[in-house]
């Protein structure tokens, strides 16, 4: 099966404008772990998720991890596919690479036994930063100026649809050219997840070829089934993508995220996020043409 055909290009850098360089492990799920504290804890991994934007602690791991956090309120938090109540921390201490980061909120979320994480890294962690994820060498840039080896990337609109970003996919459908918004959620495993609003909208459901169907939970105990489907085409960031698997929800479940890319597809990139210009660059990288999770 042709998955992807563009052309690759191998982008050979230094790092020297880098102010920190964070290690991180990428992993089966597609999602970047990084070793981190929150109040002097034992070490803990954290998913840097571009598709929260807050810090997140999983309370099932506090005992075990070392965590001690006192929790001052309760807030709703909006998720993937609902929203819940959760207990919010203010003023605490995330110590995330060589660096101490003083007052940052962190929220409590009870995640099932069998998730991996022990918290989350949200996108505005460093908001104030230039970061680059490099995928091949599995290091994240942080950095305050724009680097020059930027020009070599493909530069596109970085949208913020209540906190998030977003960017433009263009889907095709026949001949006809589908423009949606994509969350770039590197917190979820797959590639990309077009919601039942924007499958409704568009004409989506039944349009392409059903290869399996797939069920995500919400952390609101929210069940959402999707036909998991084969898309002769799309377009992220110029480059054009070929027989790509995809989930569109077929479940009807009250969402304002339209859809978003996952890690099996943002993997395959080299990505810089200027979230102050509000642009992100995006190059392929030798992840390109590997096989699909």
């Known amino acids: 099966m042709k998955q992807i055909s563009i ?139 724009l680097p020059k080896y930027s020009k070599k990337f493909s530069k596109n609109k970085l949208k913020f649809i209540n906190g998030l970003p977003y960017a433009k996919t263009i889907l095709y459908k026949g001949k006809k050219k589908v423009k949606i918004w994509s969350m770039l959620d590197t917190g979820y495993n797959s590639t990309l997840d077009l919601y039942y609003s924007t499958a409704i909208k568009n004409k989506l459901l039944n349009e392409y070829q059903v290869i399996g169907e797939s069920t995500s939970f919400g952390t609101d105990g929210t069940v959402t089934k999707s036909d998991y489907v084969l898309i002769p085409r799309i377009e992220i960031g110029g480059y054009e993508i070929y027989n790509m698997p995809a989930d569109i929800a077929k479940t009807k479940v009250e969402s304002h995220i339209p859809a978003l890319y996952g890690g099996d597809l943002l993997k395959r990139f080299r990505i810089i996020l200027d979230f102050k210009n509000k642009h992100v660059y995006l190059m392929p990288n030798r992840n390109i043409n590997s096989k699909y999770q």
């Open 7 to 145: 052309l690759l290009f191998i982008l050979s850098v230094t790092i020297s404008n880098a102010q920190e360089v964070i290690p991180f492990e990428l992993g089966d799920d597609n999602r970047i772990y990084l070793k981190g504290l929150i109040n002097q804890s034992d070490t803990l991994n954290l998913v840097f998720d571009l598709g929260a934007n807050i810090t997140v602690l999983n309370k099932i791991k506090m005992e075990s991890k070392n965590v001690h956090i006192k929790f001052d309120t309760i807030v709703s938090n909006g998720g993937k596919n609902g929203a819940s109540k959760e207990s919010k921390s203010f003023n605490n201490l995330v110590k995330i690479g060589k660096l101490d980061y003083t007052g940052k909120e962190v929220l409590g979320i009870a995640y099932p036994e069998s998730e991996l994480l022990d918290g989350l890294i949200g996108w505005n962690f460093f908001d104030d930063k230039i970061v680059e994820i490099d995928y091949e060498s599995k290091e994240l840039l942080i950095s305050d100026h």
